[in-house]
């Protein structure tokens, strides 16, 4: 194949190089959101702001579940 010919062909599927990029794009945002949110939920100063220090470790796991499941449903 010539160089003429393997631009052509790009250009005619275009359309499908974009939407594979934006797919990639959007799985790695969202990849980047979850790691995030962990980290987040973890700290100390989250904790103490939402009074989780003083629950119990099933209640925090809950609160914790309920956040990441949250976050996960408004990514769809």
């Known amino acids: 194949m ?3 010919s ?3 062909e790009i250009v005619q599927y275009r359309n499908a190089y ?3 990029f934006s797919a990639a794009t959007a799985y790695a945002c969202f990849g980047w959101e979850i790691g ?3 980290g987040v939920i ?3 100063s989250f904790q103490e702001y939402f009074g989780l220090l003083s629950e ?3 209640a925090r796991a809950s609160f914790d579940g309920n956040i990441v499941s949250v ?3 408004g990514g769809l």
């Open 2 to 4: 010539t160089l003429k």
């Open 71 to 73: 976050l996960q449903g």
């Open 42 to 44: 973890s700290l100390p």
């Open 18 to 20: 974009f939407l594979a």
């Open 36 to 38: 995030l949110i962990g």
């Open 56 to 58: 119990s470790a099933s």
């Open 6 to 8: 393997e631009l052509e």
